[in-house]
């Protein structure tokens, strides 16, 4: 990368860079998978007793990450995620992840192992079977491609139930940190632009330490990698599942879209961490805004039978009830403590 | 598109632009899906009796397409093939397809529509079962991700023979047209541009009926969909297959890598169109050259065992045999008409 770095010391020596074309792409492929247990194979075939799916995912930088204060090890283990969220979400065990690398020329060989030690590491978490790469040329900037490839027994799927009545809405986390997080690194990468040149060797990496958990809920998010084990464990199919990404607002949304349902959440039911409440009030942002249109949460939205609701508990007790699915016609509302009810609103593209 | 477009009629009328933040990304898909015949559901659960697998691709602008002269219905279209392509080499059907867009501020609603039309073209003429589309930002340029799923019956890739002894390379049409092609549009695109603005209003399309072949198999190449089918019937399931996209020499390499082979290609063997050969000859370039480093060809090579050649020539008359595999240690080879066996050289990243 050319870009100065928010978050790296400036006392480091320039590390090599070493342009992919001196080495060849086909040798870099060869050094990336060596060691890795994993070999790359671009089609993976999967048990053939199984019910498989698969799903298409883009990251694009300037959009979906900035590299100015992402690491890229940090990236290469999220995008990994970003594409095995959807699976998880229906109840599917991914098997295969298939990455395209699209690299503009600013990228060297050592950027490219630091990203893929975070895909990696990710692959190997995930219990993922069969693990690809491909690198390709771009204008401007990264772009990351995944498939993720899931499967499941096919009794398993048919025997989940359909999303109905006053079905109960869960999440399993807190929401909106991640999306606090990002405004610390925006409002650093600000700071950081406006010190002069002349200074720029006196630069000190800011104490960014007690933002540290939302920092890293946006940066670094983790996904149980035994949530579908649990769910098989418990006997408990959700009715339905949302990996929560765009945020919270646009996968209740959506979920009344899919299932032609309303839905309920209620306010003060939504879990907010401290410290994503504490940056809201720092920056004059309401925190309800942030928790249900911030994005990035990297958390599942599940709709469970109220019948499940004492299996479920048991078998997830840090998941919170939020609300319970309703009428169509009430749309996707938010209750508020005194009983008001406001339509949700879902930011667009 | 802002750009000037070489293939456009100027005399055309400004046609209506409608910022996708005008419809919003959810009525605009609701659009784009309607009257299809397909829903759209980013995950689809194949045939659980048959083996599945998947693919990753991704086509980034100024890289693998020019909007200045590639219609957008047309890159709509060859994108699926592009994707389709690696599941028919290994003998799967596909049958699901997954597209994501990421769009820069510059493309509209209608844009997106057209390219649109060429993707359900192609999904449907490959009797595509399910196709799901998602739509996101791009700081610059489009970026086309893509996930085809494919599926065949175990017992029929359990079957297939393993690359061996001196099994015959064929490949499916001929090869270094695409390639011609793109020279072409090159051309012009260089020509037009330095068209003065002055003189713009009286440009007039250039006469290019003399380059249609070579221009058609750059701009809209086409798979056969019974592919699959007629090795079944043929009960042929060739030992190796690839989908030529980066050319004939990077195919032949990655065949004896993969399979740990030699191969040997016969220079005579190699199917190449006349207008391929004739404007190799106007820009002064190697016919040879063009056609083992052309990429875009969207041919396939097979590899098949000697004993199956005249079943699978009854079934497949136009595929040409243009060479076979031999010992490892003599790598891959490219056998002149003298005799003289020169080692094939791939280009790089």
Known sequence: MKERKVM????????KRT??????????????????GFTNKQLFAGDSSKQTVSINRLMMEGVDF???YTPLKHLGYKSALNALGPLYARCYQPKAL????????????????????????????????NLSLELKASMTGLAIGITA?????????????????????????????????????????????????????????????RYKYILS???????????VEQFKEASIIPAAGYFIT??????????????????????????????????????????????LNGGDDYKFLFVIPLSEHEKFHKEFPNVDIIGHLCKPEAGALLVTPEGAEIPIQAQGF
């Open 8 to 15: 790296e010391s400036s006392s480091s020596t320039a590390p």
């Open 217 to 227: 809920q946006y940066l670094s998010p983790e996904i149980n990698p035994k949530i």
């Open 149 to 209: 490839q899931g499967e499941q027994d096919p009794k398993t799927i048919e025997s989940a139930p359909k999303p109905s009545g006053t079905d109960l809405i869960c999440i399993t986390g807190n929401i909106g940190a991640a999306y606090m997080g990002l405004h610390v690194l925006e409002r650093e990468k600000v700071a950081f632009n406006k010190i002069p040149a002349s200074e720029m060797a006196s630069y000190k990496q800011p104490d960014l330490s």
């Open 19 to 36: 342009q992919i074309a001196e080495i060849g792409k086909r040798e870099l492929l060869r050094r990336l998978f060596e060691g890795t």
């Open 98 to 129: 298939s990455f395209t690398l699209a690299l503009s020329a600013r990228f060297a060989a050592e950027d490219i192992v630091e990203l893929w030690t975070g895909i990696v590491a990710a692959a190997k978490e995930h219990n993922i079977e």
């Open 246 to 291: 765009d945020g919270l607002a646009a996968t209740v949304k959506e979920l009344c879209q899919e299932h032609g349902t309303g839905a309920k959440i209620y306010l003060e039911k939504i879990p907010i961490a401290s410290q994503t409440m504490e940056m809201a009030k720092e920056i004059n942002m309401d925190t309800v805004t942030a928790a």
């Open 66 to 68: 900035d590299l100015v």
